[in-house]
Each structure stands twice: as C-alpha cells, then as structure tokens.
C-alpha cells in the first residue's frame, strides 16, 4: 500500500514569493491534515479536512495561507506571499475518520 | 490551553538498556495516546498507540498509561543505536483533537 506523498521534498523562494505544496493521502483515507513543524517543535495543525469539508482552520494564517481538497483526495496547500518566518517543513498526514494518522516525507520550506 | 509536556532531552542510554521516555498532559478527557518516533530529517512515523490504562508491549517496546496521573511513557527495551531519534507522545484530547509534545531526543550509545 502507498504511503501519502508530498511534492516538493524541498523548496527554496524568496521572500515575497507564492509557493505551493502538494499532498495524496492514502487511499481510502477520508481526513487529510496539513502541518508545519519547526525544529526542535512538535507539529503545529494548520488545517484538517473531512473528505472536501475543512472542519479545522482555526490555526490557519488565512492572510497568507489557503488550502484546497478538490474532491476529496488531493490536497494543496499554498503561501502567498511568503515570509521569512515561513521557513520550516510542512507535513501532510492521512487517517481514516477520528483514527491514526500517517504521515508523508514533508516539504522543507526555505524562504531567504 | 490544552498541554502535551515532554523532557526534551537529550536521553542519553547506552546500549542493551532500557530507554525509558515520558509524557504527561493537562486534559483528563483524553481518549487516546500515541508515540511517534522521528529521525532527523525525516518524518514522524507511528511506534505505537494505547487508549486503555496499564501496559501494551510490541516486541522491545511497551506504553504505559495511568489516566490517574496523567502521564503515558514509552519503555524501549534492549535499546540500539538505530533507536536514536526523537519521539514524539501525542494524545487525543476529549474534542478529538490530537495535541503534540515537542518531543525526547534519545541517544544511545554504543
């Protein structure tokens, strides 16, 4: 069974720059969530869709940030413009409704 | 503000001992709980989950849960170097939101 993948494994922009991230859960895996995980931190929740539905926003910097579902499978994740402080790996997880997430390889994010 | 504390660390054990990391959290609704262990650069990857007190082992590890105290810990036993990581506890709080420690870096030693 494929695991979720992530694309790209690194990105580097300048500040100011649009950068996307994409993410394909595991089959069958109905919740996707996005995170970003700084180092030496613990991954911080940035959103959490239910199939198309995004049930969890609430720590999403909607200035800059949004995301997108489109039919419930693949996800993207988008920064613009993005900020020096932007800079860290961005992880796309999968689980069945309420059960274990599965995580994908990340996006290390730098911004200069 | 629902809390998930762990040592950061670094453990340091050596080798064919027992590694033995802890976590506690702040809400006593908590459901679930988990271990994840993450290599540099890598990332996190699911060692085991126990959602009911006392202890699940799976071959050189074993969780330990005691809702009373609030804490869940991870006991690796016969540690390797290719133990050496960080690990992550999270735990399924009562809204079924999974709320994160920043992790143990563990090192062993040969």
């Known amino acids: 069974e494929a695991g979720v993948v992530q694309s790209p494994r690194y990105k580097i922009i300048e500040k100011k720059q649009p950068v996307a991230f994409w993410c394909n859960p595991i089959?069958?895996?109905?919740?996707l969530y996005w995170y970003l995980q700084n180092l030496g931190q613990g991954p911080e929740l940035l959103i959490r869709y239910e199939n198309e539905e995004a049930v969890d926003d609430s720590q999403l910097p909607k200035d800059r940030f949004s995301a997108e579902r489109l039919k419930g499978v693949d996800s993207t994740l988008k920064i613009q413009p993005a900020e020096l402080g932007d800079s860290a790996v961005y992880l796309c997880a999968s689980s069945l409704v309420q059960d274990t997430q599965y995580f994908g390889p990340g996006t290390r994010l730098t911004v200069l | 503000q629902k809390e998930v504390e762990q040592n950061s660390g670094p453990l340091s054990v050596p080798e064919g001992a027992i590694a033995s990391l802890n976590c506690t959290y702040s809400?006593?609704?908590?459901?679930?709980f988990f271990w994840y262990r993450q290599y540099s650069g890598k990332s996190p990857e699911l060692i085991m989950f126990i959602y009911s007190n006392g202890d699940k082992e799976d071959g050189r590890f074993t969780a330990q849960l005691n809702k009373a105290s609030q804490y869940v810990s991870l006991l690796i036993r016969d540690s390797q170097p290719s133990d050496s990581a960080t690990y992550l506890c999270?735990?399924?709080?009562?809204?079924?939101?999974?709320?994160w420690g920043a992790g143990t870096k563990l090192i062993i030693k040969p």
């Open positions: 809400d006593r609704g908590s459901q679930s």
């Open positions: 089959s069958g895996h109905n919740t």
């Open positions: 999270a735990v399924k709080d009562s809204n079924y939101q999974l709320i």
